[in-house]
């Protein structure tokens, strides 16, 4: 980065640290969330003072370069920003952030990419929610939903081509192809999971399963952290451990996720309810109930799933108590994260162990 931007950001970020106190309203509730969510265990007030400050910079950053890229037509650029600033919890960003912090970068140095970390985020999901027919997200309506198919497909291209533009001003090539290569991995998992829907109870295997989550969730998850440190500067050996360290708090959080489908309200997620349930996509709560029912039982709860009725698999969940099991694993690798990063000298060593613990356990 240039010297002169970055003392402006670090001016930037100098200046939110200070006034933190006055300027809680500025995050989104989500981002809230994750930071009460973080530093739930934790009594540091100056560690609360600079995540919050961080949180700060990353939207600022994100809304100062969407509205520096804006163009035209309009209508394109209002549907890309539609879910970019409804608020996300921005964890992608912040491992970037962190990770970097970590192996001894700036934040400064990581905000750029932290920024096209979101973009790719937002674009994701745009997309994904497109594939997987679902009507809100982020506690607003979807973006297709609200400007429909076409423009949502091309507003998520805009954000993921805006991406490439900013981590090309500043990465490697090395870095470059790292990003490409989460994104080849995305699709490929994405692709992977669709091709899973409304399929037959012996094909739902959890070998497959995480096959699939590695591509479409661990794979960006790795790519957060693995940018933050070599941006940061990493040796060979703080890359590995911040890659297992993606790796499985990835594994946590779509775990999270799909429990969350099952049991959380649309309230607390922003997202539809049972979504996974209703379009008898690839959940792994729903597979562990299936695995431990009979085959004639689990037959007939895949015909009801895939006739829209979804009491007969919420009532298998429940005798199979698959949600206990789930969250146990969750927190497994969550645990697994934890003691990838554990006393390997790192900075930042207690808030990415906050942050696994959110991935395996949060509630929205
Ligand atoms: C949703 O990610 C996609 C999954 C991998 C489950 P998040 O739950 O992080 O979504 P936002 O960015 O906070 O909206
Ligand atoms: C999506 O997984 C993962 C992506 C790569 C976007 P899901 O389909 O489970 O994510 P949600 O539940 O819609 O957020
Ligand atoms: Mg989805
Ligand atoms: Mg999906
Ligand atoms: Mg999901």
């Known amino acids: ?9 670090r001016l930037i970020h100098i200046g939110k640290i200070i006034s933190s106190e006055v300027v809680i309203g500025d995050l989104d509730m989500r ?12 009594s540091d007030e100056s560690r609360r003072q600079e995540l919050h400050a961080h949180l700060i910079a990353i939207e600022e950053e994100i809304n100062r370069v969407f509205e520096l ?3 035209e037509p309009e209508t394109l650029y209002e549907t890309a920003q539609h879910l970019l600033h409804a608020g996300g919890k921005r964890i992608r960003s912040l491992l970037t952030a962190l990770s970097c912090e970590a192996v001894g970068g700036t934040f400064e140095q990581a905000l750029p990419f932290a920024v096209a970390t979101e973009f790719v985020q937002t674009a994701s999901l745009i997309h994904d929610d497109v594939v997987d027919e679902d009507d809100t997200r982020r506690g607003v309506e979807s973006t297709h939903k609200k400007y429909g198919n076409r423009m949502a497909i091309i507003a998520g291209d805009l954000l993921i081509a805006q991406a490439i533009k900013i981590v090309s001003q500043f990465a490697s090539p090395e870095l470059m192809r790292m990003v490409a290569d989460a994104g080849v991995k995305m699709c490929e998992g994405e692709a992977s999971d669709i ?3 409304f399929t037959t109870p012996k094909m739902l295997t959890k070998e497959s399963y995480f096959e699939i989550v590695k591509r479409k969730t661990v794979s960006f ?14 040796t060979e050996e703080q890359l590995k451990i911040l890659d297992s360290f993606g790796e499985q708090m990835g594994y946590a959080f779509q775990l999270r996720d799909d429990i969350l489908d099952v049991i959380a309200s649309a309230n607390t997620t922003g ?13 792994y709560v729903l597979i562990h109930a299936l695995n431990l ?10 015909d009801h799933l895939n006739n829209g009725n979804i009491e007969f698999a919420l009532d298998l969940i429940r005798r199979t108590k698959a949600v206990t099991h789930a969250s146990a694993l969750a927190q497994e690798y969550a645990e697994k994260a934890k003691d990838a990063i554990t006393d390997k000298g790192l900075k930042n060593e207690e808030l990415l162990c906050a942050l696994a613990d959110h991935a395996g356990d949060r509630d929205f």
């Open 293 to 302: 029912c009979t085959e004639s039982e689990a037959e007939k709860c895949m």
């Open 195 to 197: 091709l899973m829907y």
């Open 221 to 234: 998850m790795r790519a957060a952290t693995k940018i933050g440190g070599l941006v940061g500067d990493a």
């Open 31 to 42: 981002e809230r969330q994750v930071e009460a969510d973080i530093m739930r265990n934790s």
């Open 69 to 71: 890229e804006k163009g």
């Open 1 to 9: 980065m240039d010297c002169q931007k970055g003392i402006a950001l």
């Open 271 to 283: 997202k539809t309810v049972h979504s996974d349930l209703k379009g008898s996509k690839t959940n």
